[in-house]
């Protein structure tokens, strides 16, 4: 059974994103076939929050080369969109410091459901605790059509440029 979702997803407008594309970028530093976020539309300060989505399309990098003739999303690129929907929130209020968040490990990921180019992929991190300058935690899920996909948990960690972990 699907944990509880972290938000109620369909509050959200969508069509007024509070971050685009363009926002995104002035934080998180991936950039072309490995930018992974559309959009941020709920920013939740007070839990330490957030809800944004992926916008999965036909001209994916992976389409052609993963299951060709059947190009179902990989599982390691669904964890990394919502490793950028969560570095972009430590990011931005500076839950960590240092340069670059990293993947410090994952765990109880579970995949529900498969995810298929023309689809929206909503995103939900919730920070679950945090040790500045070293680690951050968060429960993660993403919904497509209002279904649960996939779920975890993920450890980020502040990485200094030149120096490492």
Known sequence: MPPRPLYD???FDYDKPLYTLSDIRKVNPQRHEM???????????????IVGYKDVTEDEFWCTGHMPGFPLMPGVILCECAAQLAGFYARKYELLGGDYLGFGGMNEVRFRAPVFPNSRLVLAALTKNVR???????????FVDGQMVFSGQMIGVSINRGTGL
């Open 35 to 49: 930018e992974q976020l559309t959009a941020i539309v709920h920013v939740d300060r007070e839990n330490d929050g």
């Open 132 to 142: 500045f300058g070293k680690r951050a935690e968060f429960e993660f899920q993403g």
């Open 9 to 11: 997803i369909e509050q």
